[in-house]
DNA sequence: ATAATTTTGTTAAAAGATTGTCATATCGAG
DNA sequence: CTCGATATGACAATCTTTTAACAAAATTAT
């Protein structure tokens, strides 16, 4: 996808979803055209790092015009792999399972829940929006029969590596965990760690600084 | 709290609650002491980059000894302001606001939710571990009331700006948004944007890039 | 008590990311 | 159809971050 398969650096893979977010605002806001230096102003970016940024996979403008704000959203979707659907699981039905389980925005952009995993008997049995939450136990049992493209951990931080290894011995390669540690999985399984806590200390951090 | 009162850089910043969930961690398995080359083991970091990273804010180590886990695990405390209590209040009681008034963790690090705020009829009245839902129209009045240090966003996306503007309005000074916006704060505001979506696309990216 | 080892804090070098500049292409007005 | 304005894509320069190297200090072993 890279323009010549080459490297792209992390920081740029970061700043993509963003990317998207504000050309969906723009294209529903019926917005068809958008220059480099109109999206710096409203990003807080510089007008030449965006296109910078665009010039890693290719280039999606025009001299004089800009881009065009759907045409340029539908290859960021494509980069993003968002122009296909994926299967999802969630392993843990607590506080933040749940949460997820319940919102129906990335419903939208085509990841569906297939299934929730606890060991709470009194979770066991239970849906969510129609979802089964199943015994964990089951998990194996469930991973041979469906074909699933993302698992998320939202289990207790204790508990989370043990799951992640069951996950990637079952044959899931791509891990969203919830829980607050760093999980490891080998090589060839992709893991993306959210650490909601670190962010609120980032928080905490900038009023301590602020009170300097 | 910098060293001498010099510019910390965001990447810095970034990864200390990083080092604070590793320090935790080595105090709860009962590690006394601890190298930058062992940290750096553990947490895929190179032990150059974590010492430069400590001596951004003062010299917490010793020649031929290493880092004290338990004193270092304070100073970075004391750095990330976590050696005090934060009051905070919740506006959007739906899947995200439920799921972390549910969770305990936070008030374990000294961050007090004492109010959710919402506009359903439904919600309003009840409450979450004896957390109350109030009417949104009360916030103004409740801030008057209460010294509150931190508001999270956890609306709908339309929603979140304007919240956020009532919320600047009325002396709020720390923001920790969920919204699938960058909510704009005047200067002297902190805000964070956590962007679950933004995780999750980059996690689909790097599946994508894993089939080419 | 001494020597060898460990390990920091610091400085310098290397790598990486961002910003500024400019030639060139396209657009749009007259 | 021509000219001026606009805006990209590419490259160079700058700035930031990371890594490597090392002297100095403390620890540990003998």
Redesign the interface.
């Known amino acids: ?1 890279a323009r010549n ?1 080459s490297y792209v650096s992390e920081a740029v ?2 700043r ?3 990317y ?2 504000y050309l969906e ?1 723009l294209e529903k806001t019926g917005v068809e055209r958008v220059s480099s230096k109109e999206l710096s102003q409203r990003m ?1 970016l510089t007008a030449s790092k965006i296109r910078q940024d665009f010039n890693c996979f290719g280039g999606f403008g025009q001299q004089g015009y800009g881009y065009n704000v759907s045409d340029l959203k539908k290859e960021i979707m494509k ?4 122009d296909r659907t ?1 299967n999802v699981i969630i392993v843990g039905a607590g ?2 399972g ?3 389980a ?2 129906t ?2 419903e939208k ?1 085509g ?1 569906f829940i297939k299934a929730l995993f606890d060991i709470n008997p009194k979770l066991i049995g239970m849906s969510i929006r129609d979802i089964m939450i199943y015994d964990l136990d089951s998990l194996e049992d469930f991973l041979a029969k469906n074909p699933i ?2 698992a998320v951990i939202s289990t207790p931080k204790d508990k989370a590596q043990e799951v992640a290894d069951r996950l990637t011995r079952n044959g899931i ?2 891990i ?1 965990n919830f829980a ?3 999980v490891a999985v080998p090589r ?1 399984v ?1 893991a ?1 760690n ?17 009170l ?1």
């Open positions: 996808m398969g893979i970061r993509m979803p963003k998207y977010r605002d807080g980069i993003l792999g968002l994926y506080n933040i749940q949460a997820l319940n919102y925005g990335f952009e990841f493209d993302i390669k791509s969203w607050a540690i760093d060839g992709i993306e959210v650490h909601l806590s670190d962010s609120l200390y980032t928080l905490s951090y900038r009023i301590r600084e602020s300097e």
